[in-house]
């Protein structure tokens, strides 16, 4: 069985028939339909369904009451109650005997729809990656369990990504690290990482990647980018190999970003600015330009050009937003925090700034989340 859902209007349909909601039971339904299967406490569908709002348990099992009672007629889609946790959703497959994708078992189709979304990864697209993957049922392809982690990464999933059994820790270790680091003081993030290299527990992709762009912020964050220039060296010889030139525009950003912190004259920064503007032509990637803006508006920011600086930097955020990869939009945040916390602190801007990076942290949930990843992570590096 599937269902149509409309967003705009609140209506579900199935079979020929269409139910009106209410804006919050159309937010529960949409949640537990893309879910499927998956059972979630009242805590984590108020977290879910109703965040930054204060409701109280009861909501849900309202919430829940009504939805059962309006889809009734559909036939075919049951809000299960799992005694002592909370709630799933289970939905009629198809007649015995009819498979209800054919094209599933396609492997032609399999591989065309994961060199798409593997496309859309690339450009940045993390809102056509979104739309593709909760299609699945409905164009009848099953997306690569990596992929599918993906996603959760990309809505920004740190609960699922701590949490689930689906995928095995080790696959999950590069995104879990990536919340990680934001958190804290960037010197101890700096000294954990690099002990997570000696450790060698990474996929080796994820490794690599790890050593040649994401320590090359840790450092600089830290107050040490001679040793991001250092690095720097190898990350470039990596790049230039035809496997890894997806690479290149995060990497000319990066850099940028390594010299305007290390107090590079304008001259400077200047001709690596005209590099990468000449790589994100040919490289429309929307995540490096995003990020790109954001680098060019702390930059303005140097020079003292307070409305120019803050303009960019909206307007980077602005398209994270639109890419919807949403931590690589908390990670500019984290860059712009921690610039401001070096160049601006005590200033208005700098205030404005911690602001914004303490809601997102709140946002993401970090907050709440840090032991929970510290108690995943951190025994790690102690096994031998």
């Not at 982690?149 to 740190?158: A, E, I, K, N, S």
Request: hydrophobic share 40%.
């Amino acid at each position: 069985m599937h269902l149509e859902l409309n967003g705009s209007e609140y209506k579900v349909s199935a079979g020929g028939l269409t139910i009106e909601l209410l804006p919050k039971e159309f937010a529960l339904l949409q949640f537990l339909y893309r879910n499927r299967g998956r059972t979630f406490s009242r805590e984590q569908l108020l977290d879910k369904v109703w965040p930054m709002e204060y409701p109280v348990e009861r909501t849900v099992d309202d919430h829940i009451y009504r939805l059962r009672k309006k889809l009734r007629d559909l036939g075919g889609i049951d809000i299960k109650t799992i005694r002592g946790f909370g709630y799933s959703l289970a939905v009629q497959g198809s007649p015995e005997g009819v498979a209800m994708n054919p094209a599933t078992n396609d492997p032609e189709l399999r591989n065309t729809m994961s060199e798409v979304f593997m496309k859309f990864h690339i450009y940045g697209q993390g809102k056509s990656m979104l739309t593709l993957a909760r299609q699945q049922d409905i164009l009848g392809y099953e997306l690569d369990p990596h992929y599918s982690m993906v996603v959760h990464f990309v809505q920004g999933d740190l609960e699922w990504l701590i949490y689930t059994d689906e995928v095995p820790l080790k696959d999950r270790l590069f995104y879990l690290n990536l919340f990680y680091f934001f958190i804290g003081d960037p010197k101890v993030k700096m000294e954990y990482a690099e002990r997570l290299i000696e450790k060698n527990l990474l996929n080796p992709p994820e490794q690599l990647e790890l050593e040649i762009l994401t320590m090359l912020d840790l450092y600089t964050l830290a107050g040490q980018p001679e040793k991001a220039l250092e690095r720097l060296k190898r990350s470039y010889q990596v790049i230039a190999e035809p496997d890894f030139e997806n690479f290149v525009p995060a990497t000319q950003i990066t850099e940028l970003f390594i010299h305007l912190v290390a107090g590079t004259g304008d001259e400077q920064l200047e001709r690596m600015d005209e590099t990468v503007s000449r790589t994100l032509r040919d490289k429309p990637f929307l995540r490096e330009i995003g990020g790109y803006k954001v680098v060019k508006g702390l930059w303005a920011l140097r020079r003292a050009q307070w409305a120019e600086g803050e303009k960019l930097i909206h307007e980077g955020l602005q398209v994270l937003d639109m890419s919807g990869f949403v931590p690589l939009r908390f990670y500019s945040v984290y860059r712009i925090y921690h610039f401001c916390r070096m160049y601006l602190a005590g200033s208005p801007l700098g205030r404005k700034y911690e602001s914004l990076f303490t809601a997102e942290l709140e946002a993401f949930g970090l907050l709440r989340l840090e032991l929970a990843l510290e108690n995943l992570l951190l025994p790690l590096l102690e096994s031998p």
